[in-house]
């Protein structure tokens, strides 16, 4: 027999954060299971898809020691369904099998869920060699900005993450699905010796955005350079870096554009999203010319239109160039400034867009490809 008691609110935290390891449609059973490890008045919560885990250590009150598996859903949708109440696990092993059953007792319930027993879990140490302390507000500040870009495309699975450059004194967060490219920089001291470059999956970083509390995260990266550690509070995420090597996408930056627009990023985020919803494909027409914009769709099926003029401070010869317009949306709503400056050189070159005004040392720019328009 074992036992442990704790909250279900400390449960509910723990359980919650090692499920997000386990993908929504699981084939193989044995990535069903939240794995539950007591020693030493500490209880390990561990799940995992083969490729991903995620580990939390929760304190409980218990003198015994022991490891068994619960499903997971059976076990969250317990939990959730709860109120905050202090809750006691018995765990009984039936006879000459691995499996046992597990007795819940709280203020007004009973309930029983069946458990598997199981071996220790072996600990397959990697050699980290790079560690490096990361403010995670920082850290999330990077991930949202580029992770909306990742290719979801699995014939080129280096572009389903993002690539992080590591530098000395600098982080590089880069995404691209082909169509449009952010890069994302930030003044970070990493103290590493030699430029590191690793790709870390998309799905990876959208669990981390789940999981930080802490406001300190340290990054490990193993020697071999194919996975990386996230350590928080009580909490650590494994994860198997993609190997594929990233394109080369400083070579689809372009350096010279010669057309500037000055522009209030709510008032081009607010005309594309009012617009774009009458196209029949999804995308717009810009026109700039001196000191107004024109944006323009229209569903020639439906016999539907629109056209916004907006104000801007514009530089160079006109330019008539179409967008998809989600991809500008996406573009927009991920930078946090009040004014943009899109750059643009000709209706096939990609368009730059990034904040007027960057913070010191930090800079982030959004490549969006033009769509051919009809004229």
Not at 64 to 80: M, P, V, Y
Not at 212 to 237: A, G, H, K, P
Not at 284 to 309: H, L, Y
């Amino acid at each position: 027999m074992m036992q442990f008691s704790s909250t279900i609110r400390h449960l509910q935290d723990g359980v919650g954060k090692v499920s997000l390891a386990i993908p929504a449609k699981t084939i193989d059973p044995r990535f069903d299971n939240v794995h539950l490890s007591i020693e030493n008045g500490t209880l390990t919560l561990f799940a995992t898809d083969g490729e991903i885990s995620v580990t939390a250590f929760c304190g409980v009150e218990t003198t015994d020691s022991g490891n068994i598996g619960i499903k997971a859903k059976t076990l969250q949708e317990f939990l959730r369904s709860m109120y905050d109440t202090p809750v006691t696990f018995t765990i009984n092993r039936q006879e000459i099998s691995d499996h046992g059953m597990v007795s819940i007792k709280t203020d007004k319930g009973r309930y029983t869920i069946p458990c598997m027993f199981e071996n220790k879990q072996e600990k397959n140490e990697k050699a980290y060699d790079i560690a490096i302390e990361l403010q995670t507000s920082e850290l999330l500040d990077l991930v949202h900005k580029t992770i909306f870009a990742c290719s979801v495309d699995g014939m080129r699975p280096a572009m389903m993450g993002v690539l992080f450059e590591i530098e000395e004194n600098r982080i590089t967060g880069v995404a691209t699905d082909g169509h449009r490219l952010v890069r994302c920089r930030k003044p970070i001291e990493t103290h590493v010796q030699e430029k590191q470059k690793i790709v870390v999956p998309a799905r990876v970083l959208s669990i981390l955005q789940k999981l930080s509390q802490s406001d300190i995260v340290t990054m490990s990266i193993d020697e071999e350079r194919r996975s990386v550690r996230f350590c928080m509070d009580n909490v650590v995420l494994d994860a198997a870096l993609i190997v594929e090597p990233y394109p080369n996408y400083e070579a689809v930056i372009p350096v010279e554009h010669d057309k500037k627009m000055l522009a209030e990023r709510t008032d081009i985020y607010d005309s594309v999203r009012r617009v774009g919803r009458f196209s029949s494909i999804g995308d717009i027409k810009v026109e700039v010319d001196g000191d107004k914009t024109r944006i323009m769709a229209e569903n020639t099926n439906e016999g539907e239109s629109a056209q916004e003029e907006i104000g801007c401070n514009f530089t160079g010869e006109p330019i008539t160039i179409g967008f998809n317009a989600k991809f500008i949306e996406a573009a927009l709503s991920h930078i946090d400034e009040k004014e943009i400056i899109i750059e643009m050189k000709s209706p096939t070159t990609a368009v730059i867009f990034k904040p007027s005004e960057q913070k010191e040392q930090e800079d982030l720019i959004i490549l969006v490809m033009p769509v051919r328009i009809n004229n």
